[in-house]
């Protein structure tokens, strides 16, 4: 992590459109982030509370609630904002967590026809097939597999162990009841914005393409299969399992261990509760859980289409 000025903190804050207040009188330069009760002079942390205990604090930069309005000790530089969380969090992203060299690893493999974008890392022993577009500031950790016809969009993290765009599971019986494999011929398309943890599979299509739509959180070890749709801004929490031809809708979030049955839909702002097993569609807005899943609850804050 680079050291940094507080006074560039507030030049991030002014172009993302963030609104603040503070009492900083002069500029000073900063080495890191720390936990509330760790920071010192030259770090940040965040509080949520609006009435700290800011005899426990030591002197550094305090992302706080716009509610804190007096005790602030003078040793502290108090950034006052409505969400300090999510300012935090931005904060995380753009000063303290690229430490990959951009370009590729000497010992990554990259196929026919590929296009690179700039400011790409690729890491160690990462395999990349043909006719695979990855976008710009993109993170591909090492030991991630990448077959054929994969696009990548832009600013995505795919991370270690992850296979993108292995076959799906598709049989056909004949007559005697032998086994012959559907080919899977379609691929991979990302958006933008997207992670992926590691060791997590997600299946190419069988003739169309599996797609994961901007913004989507994917956790590790998690299964996506062939021909789903993953809408906008969803999160899918470690161990799932969404099977084939699943259509999940912007909003949505997949507890850890959930299990989707193949060809439904799970609509916008849904919420699937932890190991819960799905078997019929889930309305917009519903939360549902179990074994078969029911209908716990309507989600708060339902966004309509």
């Given at each position: 992590?680079?050291?940094?000025?507080?006074?560039?903190?507030?030049?991030?804050?002014?172009?993302?459109?963030?609104?603040y207040?503070?009492?900083?009188q002069?500029?000073?330069?900063?080495?890191?982030?720390?936990?509330?009760?760790?920071?010192g002079?030259?770090?940040?942390?965040?509080?949520?509370?609006?009435?700290?205990?800011?005899?426990?604090?030591?002197?550094g930069?305090?992302?706080?609630?716009?509610?804190?309005?007096?005790?602030?000790?003078?040793?502290?530089?108090?950034?006052?904002?409505?969400?300090?969380?999510?300012?935090?969090?931005?904060?995380?992203?753009?000063?303290?967590?690229?430490?990959?060299?951009?370009?590729?690893?000497?010992?990554?493999?990259?196929g026919?026809?590929?296009?690179?974008?700039?400011?790409?890392?690729?890491?160690?022993?990462?395999?990349?097939?043909?006719?695979?577009?990855?976008?710009?500031?993109?993170?591909?950790?090492?030991?991630?597999?990448?077959?054929?016809?994969?696009?990548?969009?832009?600013?995505?993290?795919?991370?270690?162990?992850?296979?993108?765009?292995?076959?799906?599971f598709?049989?056909?019986r004949?007559?005697?009841?032998?086994?012959?494999?559907?080919?899977?011929?379609?691929?991979?398309?990302?958006?933008?914005n997207?992670?992926?943890?590691?060791?997590?599979?997600?299946?190419?299509?069988?003739?169309?393409?599996?797609?994961?739509?901007?913004?989507?959180?994917?956790?590790?070890?998690?299964?996506?299969?062939?021909?789903?749709?993953?809408?906008?801004?969803?999160?899918?929490?470690?161990?799932?399992?969404?099977?084939?031809?699943?259509?999940?809708?912007?909003?949505?979030?997949?507890?850890?261990?959930?299990?989707?049955?193949?060809?439904?839909?799970i609509?916008?702002?849904?919420?699937?509760?932890?190991?819960?097993?799905?078997?019929?569609?889930?309305?917009?807005?519903?939360?549902?859980?179990?074994?078969?899943?029911?209908?716990?609850?309507?989600?708060?804050?339902?966004?309509?289409?």
């Open positions: 992590m680079r050291y940094f000025k507080l006074s560039e903190i507030f030049s991030f804050l002014n172009r993302e459109g963030i609104c207040e503070t009492n900083a002069v500029d000073c330069c900063l080495y890191g982030f720390q936990s509330l009760y760790e920071v002079p030259g770090t940040v942390s965040w509080i949520k509370s609006s009435k700290p205990d800011w005899s426990q604090i030591a002197a930069v305090i992302i706080c609630s716009k509610d804190v309005s007096s005790g602030i000790p003078e040793s502290v530089v108090a950034i006052r904002v409505d969400n300090p969380r999510y300012v935090f969090v931005r904060l995380l992203g753009e000063f303290a967590t690229r430490n990959e060299s951009d370009g590729v690893a000497e010992t990554a493999v990259i026919n026809n590929c296009w690179l974008g700039s400011r790409i890392s690729i890491g160690h022993y990462a395999v990349l097939g043909d006719n695979i577009r990855i976008g710009n500031n993109t993170i591909i950790k090492a030991h991630v597999t990448i077959y054929d016809n994969t696009v990548i969009g832009e600013n995505c993290i795919i991370h270690s162990g992850s296979v993108i765009g292995a076959d799906g598709g049989y056909e004949n007559e005697n009841g032998q086994l012959f494999k559907f080919p899977h011929i379609g691929g991979v398309v990302i958006g933008d997207v992670e992926i943890g590691a060791n997590t599979c997600i299946d190419r299509g069988t003739l169309g393409n599996t797609v994961i739509k901007d913004g989507v959180k994917i956790d590790n070890l998690c299964h996506i299969a062939h021909n789903v749709i993953v809408g906008e801004n969803t999160t899918i929490i470690a161990l799932s399992m969404i099977a084939g031809s699943t259509i999940i809708e912007s909003d949505s979030y997949i507890a850890p261990g959930s299990m989707i049955k193949q060809g439904l839909v609509g916008r702002n849904a919420c699937v509760g932890m190991g819960a097993v799905v078997l019929t569609n889930v309305a917009a807005g519903d939360t549902v859980v179990g074994v078969p899943a029911r209908t716990l609850s309507k989600r708060t804050g339902t966004k309509e289409s």
